[in-house]
Structure formats: C-alpha cells, structure tokens
C-alpha cells in the first residue's frame, strides 16, 4: 500500500477486552457494539467481523449511513441506528430490519406510515429526556406517542427504551446520573402501564456499565472499552479500586505506525521546522517522520507529543505540519531512514497510549481516534502473528 503511515487492529487484545466487558455486566446483559464515527477511528470495514469473531452481534451506530456500511460488512447482525436518520431513508431502515432511536413525533409518524404502505414493522426504541437535555421525549411528550401507537401496533416493534447519561465518566455528575437512572425507570414504568412494554431497556454507556450498575438493564452500548480505553481516569480508578493487583484489565486495539523519513544534524542556535518556536540549544540530530495534521496527528501536539524510534520515547520539536513531524533523535543518533516510527502502541518495553495525547493536547480518547482518516491502511492481527513478527 502506498500510505505514510498504518494502523494494526490486533484481535486478541479484542477479545480480551469483550471477556472483561462480559465479566463486569454478567451473563444475561447483552453487549452492543457501537462502531460510530468509524469505529473510533479504528475502521468499520475491519473492526466489526472482529467483534462478531468475538461473539457479538449488535451494532450501534449514530446514523442511516453507518448502518449501511455495518449491514454491508454484516447482513446477519442486528444494526440500531441511535442518532440522525432522515425522513427518506426510513423506508430502507424498516424494509431492512435496521432498528432505530425514535425522539420526535414527526419521526415515529413517517415510519408509521412506511410501515403500513410495506406492513412491515418498525423496529423501535423510545428514548426518553431524563436530563441530558438533547434528544429525548419528555412524559408529557410520550402521551402524543401512546396516541400515535395505540391501534398500530401491528405496525411496529418495540424494539427497546433509552436514554443517554449526562457524563457518567466524571464523578462530577455523579448527582445528575443517579437521577437520570430514577427517571427513567418512573417513566419506563408509567409506559408499561399504558400498556406498551419495551422488549430491552438500555440506558448505559462504557463509563455507566462501569460505575453504574444499575444503569446496565438489558443491554449495554459499549464503545471506547471494546476498543480497550476508558472513558476518563476516574472510570479507570472506579473499576480497579477494589482489585487486589491494581492493573488496567484493558488492553489496546490499535496500534500506528509509521517510518522515519529522513535523518539530519542541526547546529547549535539554529531554529527547527517553521516559525521560531523551537531553537536548538546544542548540537542536534532530528528525524522527520511523513505524519501530520492531516493525517489525524493534532497540530496541538507540536513541541509536546512522542514517538518511539528503536525503543525510546523521543520529543516532537517545532511546529506539526499538515503532512510531517519533526522528531529530536539525539537520544537515538544510530536512528536511520526507513526506522520504525510508533505513534500509538508499544515498541519494546516502552509505550504510547492515546491518553498520552489527550493529557498533552486536551484531545478526548474519542476525538483522537475518531480523526484517524479513513485512508490510513488497517491490518488485522492477533496476538500471535505479532508474537512472530517480533522474534
């Protein structure tokens, strides 16, 4: 492949992460993969026969054209559409089994209508506003839906209710989450005694399905764990405080790699890359490395991310460019063209995590990964072929 850089999706560590998921909610909640914003950057081509090879088989996704690239890679798997899905495409949503968030009236109207013209049934799921305030119906709201549904049953399924927590990652909100969980299970309840029973209740993300039990009903939407990161620290910590060993049970997906370029030396005094924002104090060596902004690697992280050459975690000097970085090899003078660049993964006995670049430039987990570009070449690999290449 002619790429400047690539990114191995490794199927162990997977797995791994899936049985950790699975132990933490037990047995009887079902797992829902959610693959939105390209699977976090991870590729939704290659990342979702690696959860089904992993035993799952629903998908969420946040609108009518991710559902169409999940059930493209995957007609067998059960797809939920939890975000934005126009009006027009809600007839190949309901002709295709795909399953989707209703939150406004003129939505659940329209499937209505495609489903009696087909009488086909649409697969639903009532969200409810419990106080995240974004999409939602209110209670008063859910009475214009009980009237929109009463007679109609045969013309939809009541696939599930939900809703979304308002930051559960972040003990600040640990008030608002709780009673997020308290109204919804009132209004759950009202609902059911009007005579309209969801099949599956879900409610939790990754960091409620951590530190809200009670948040993980039926089934859980987990993203940013499957892919083998938290959703903040104190998630991290909520989960191994009461473990005796300490240890992240997590193990990372992704790995991005990329080569050195071209090797120089700088004089003492002179300025590196553009602009005057590093000057070398001495004598130095510098490699360049073909990865930019453009490339997903944030501008921000100019003069503050690291790479790995040979082993060691090198500085990013001097301004991120739209196609390459600049790397201060100092360290590592024996570095040649052609080396192997670590962006993100481990190299001998040291490692890169994402979280490294969120505490250096103020990038989510999520954000950093769900910019990865699409054109990066992705490789799946399990744990022993990486084994085999390393010896």
Not at 17 to 30: H, Y
Not at 369 to 387: D, F, G, H, K
Request: glycine content about 6%; hydrophobic content about 40%.
């Amino acid at each position: 492949m002619f790429a400047t850089s690539r990114i191995e999706l490794d199927q162990s560590a997977l797995e791994n992460n899936i049985n950790f998921i699975r132990s933490t909610v037990g047995p009887d909640v079902q797992i829902s993969s959610v693959v939105k914003g390209n699977a976090y950057g991870h590729g939704i081509f290659e990342f979702v026969p690696m959860v089904e090879a992993a035993g799952i088989n629903h998908f969420s996704v946040f609108s009518a054209d991710e559902a169409l690239e999940v059930s493209n890679i995957s007609p067998n798997s059960s797809i939920m559409i939890m975000g934005y899905i126009g009006n027009e495409e809600l007839e190949w949503a309901i002709l295709n089994d795909v399953e989707f968030f209703v939150f406004e009236c003129d939505r659940l109207q329209k499937a209505l209508e495609i489903s009696k013209k087909f009488e086909k049934k649409a697969k639903i799921h009532l969200e409810y506003e419990t106080g995240l305030n974004r999409t939602g119906f209110s209670k008063g709201q859910l009475s214009d839906v009980i009237d929109l549904l009463t007679g109609n049953e045969k013309f939809f399924e009541l696939m599930g209710s939900c809703t979304h927590y308002a930051g559960a990652e972040s003990i600040a909100n640990f008030v608002r989450v709780k009673s997020q969980i308290k109204t919804f299970n009132k209004v759950d309840k009202w609902l059911n005694s009007k005579g309209f029973s969801p099949k599956t209740r879900h409610t939790a993300c990754s960091a409620a399905a951590i530190s809200y039990p009670k948040s993980r009903m039926d089934m859980v939407r987990v993203g940013i764990l499957q892919y083998g990161f938290w959703p903040s620290k104190e998630t991290f910590i909520d989960c191994i405080k009461h473990s005796d060993d300490r240890l992240d049970p997590l193990k990372r997906v992704i790995k991005w790699k990329s080569t050195v370029m071209d090797v120089k030396e700088v004089a003492t005094g002179e300025f590196i890359g553009y602009g005057t924002t590093f000057m070398a104090s001495e004598n130095m060596k510098i490699a360049t490395v073909p990865v930019g902004y453009s490339h997903g690697y944030s501008r921000s992280l100019s003069n503050q991310g690291r790479v790995l050459i040979r082993g060691l975690r090198l500085a990013v000097i001097g301004i991120v460019n739209m196609n390459l970085l600049i790397v201060d090899i100092s360290e590592c003078p024996s570095t040649e063209k052609g080396d192997e660049v670590v962006l993100i993964g481990d190299q001998d006995n040291n490692s890169i995590s994402v979280a490294s670049f969120g505490e250096l430039s103020n990038q989510l987990n999520y954000e950093l990964l769900s910019r990865l570009p699409r054109n990066i070449p992705r490789t799946v690999i399990n744990q022993s072929e990486l084994t085999q290449k390393n010896n």
